[in-house]
């Protein structure tokens, strides 16, 4: 595909078809004002105005012709609304009759695709916008390079996206930047990192497990911490999942393309923070010396946590980053994980399950997410489920029985590795969208990673600003 800075053009007066934004509302007065020509077009492809409608507008010639986009409010535009227009318009230039909004980011990532594994064919060619708004065009070009990030790591199969792979991208990601990354690996993390060793030592020695560590920024600068859930694979171990729930594991390093796809944003605006990224990489694989439902594993922390089950793996890695992330005292952690089924039952694909030990934080992070189009729900690190989490013979259990409030218990398993005086906000992201949308295909997906981009934005640059 073309790069993202290829579809979006400042307006220096080039040749560029007209689009047209028409709501619901506005569509009667719209129609009346069309010359007889374009009005007959539009009323041949019954255009009506409704968000998503698209039609081709007549001119004066063959080659002179416009175009209409149906959209929820003409005067707001959301992530989405010029999605399905560039996907579907014709290949070439077009002038937006109005000011972009937020509908910028759709129309990147309308024609962006995950083309690694097809046979190369031939598509047509860009659909370029002319926009008058620069400052507005590099912000929605990097976001978009940091959702399709998110997208193609989280599309690519496990072959080609174990530990190793995962440590590239991070590698590739800090060369960009200028940051600096520390790689803990293999049995070396027997010692210090015991739950990650734990869960990936049944791996391929070519696939073993590691924390990778990338640090950005001036050392004077607000610490912030990002950690990512980095199962590149997830049998489920020795509590083996059966294979329908096997079959979209490759995602479940999700948390850790999120991460990812964070710091980048953050160096790429020059965030006037210390960025510590963290991401746990590891395959949950089945072998000989793969953990055992029933071992006691002792934490970074020293905590100690009894093994119920194998397939709650996720945690027990982000136990001994998130101990590692607040041992350089940063100001604010958030972590992102494909963690629990549980979330999925509660909210569905769609919503990121949020939990936050700070409500100012937390009002912070869904109103952003609010305007950003990109929500989340918040679920409460409910403390009398704390009694759920206890063992006959350990300081933890990793999969309380009975199998209510998963994604709770899962959220409060976490915070006993977080400091109490660290704002902390979790992100239980499913990673992924079941149905295609405009914009939006099918396969690996950003959900709250633009929240938590625009909490930051917010909070820093602000500070910075005054």
């Not at 980011?105 to 047509?124: D, I, P």
């Not at 995602?251 to 796809?261: V, Y």
């Not at 937390?362 to 952003?368: K, M």
Request: proline share 7%; glycine share 10%; charged share 25%.
């Amino acid at each position: 595909m073309n790069s993202f800075s290829e579809l979006l053009q400042p307006d220096r007066g080039q040749p560029a078809r007209s689009l047209n934004l028409v709501d619901a509302e506005g569509f009667d007065e719209w129609l009346k004002g069309l010359p007889p020509r374009a009005r007959s077009a539009a009323t041949a492809q019954r255009f009506a105005g409704k968000a998503g409608e698209l039609a081709i507008l007549s001119g004066d010639d063959p080659e002179d012709w416009s175009a209409a986009v149906g959209v929820e409010q003409s005067g707001t535009l959301g992530p989405w609304s010029l999605a399905k227009a560039a996907e579907a318009l014709p290949e070439g230039s077009y002038r937006l009759d109005g000011t972009p909004g937020q509908a910028l980011l759709g129309w990147l990532l309308a024609q962006h695709r995950f083309e690694r594994y097809r046979k190369s064919e031939a598509s047509s060619g860009p659909r370029v916008l002319v926009t008058s708004d620069p400052a507005r065009m590099e912000d929605a070009i990097r976001l978009a390079g940091a959702v399709a990030l998110v997208r193609d790591l989280v599309n690519t199969p496990t072959e080609d996206m174990g530990p190793v792979q995962l440590e590239a991208q991070a590698q590739a990601v800090a060369r960009a930047g200028g940051a600096t990354v520390r790689v803990t690996k293999g049995d070396e993390l027997a010692g210090g990192y015991p739950l990650v060793h734990a869960v990936g030592r049944a791996a391929a020695s070519d696939r073993a497990p590691r924390l990778i560590e990338l640090e950005w920024g001036n050392p004077s600068h607000p610490r912030v911490a990002i950690v990512g859930k980095g199962v590149c694979f997830d049998t489920g171990g020795l509590d083996i999942k059966p294979s329908s729930g096997m079959r979209l594991m490759k995602k479940d390093m999700g948390g850790a393309a999120h991460a990812l796809a964070l710091a980048q944003l953050v160096m790429q605006n020059r965030l006037p923070i210390r960025v510590h990224l963290l991401i746990p990489a590891v395959e949950n694989a089945i072998a000989g010396n793969a953990m055992r439902p029933g071992d006691v594993l002792r934490s970074r922390k020293g905590l100690s946590v009894e093994v119920s089950n194998t397939d709650a793996e996720g945690r027990l890695i982000l136990a001994d980053a998130l101990t590692r992330a607040g041992e350089e005292s940063p100001e604010l952690i958030i972590d992102f994980a494909t963690l629990t089924g549980a979330a999925r039952v509660a909210l569905g694909p769609d919503l990121p399950a949020t939990f936050v030990n700070d409500d100012a934080l937390a009002d912070e992070l869904l109103v952003a997410g609010k305007d950003e189009a990109d929500p989340l729900w918040r679920l409460p690190l409910w403390p009398g489920y704390d009694e759920m989490l206890r063992s006959d013979i350990a300081d933890l259990d990793n999969a309380p029985e009975g199998g209510m409030a998963g994604a709770i218990t899962a959220a409060l398993f976490l915070q006993r590795f977080v400091d109490p005086g660290t704002p902390w906000a979790h992100l239980d992201t499913f990673a992924w969208r079941s149905a295609a949308k405009p914009g939006r295909p099918k396969g690996g997906e950003a959900l709250g990673l633009r929240a938590c981009w625009e909490l930051l934005r917010r909070r820093y640059l602000s500070v910075a600003a005054g």
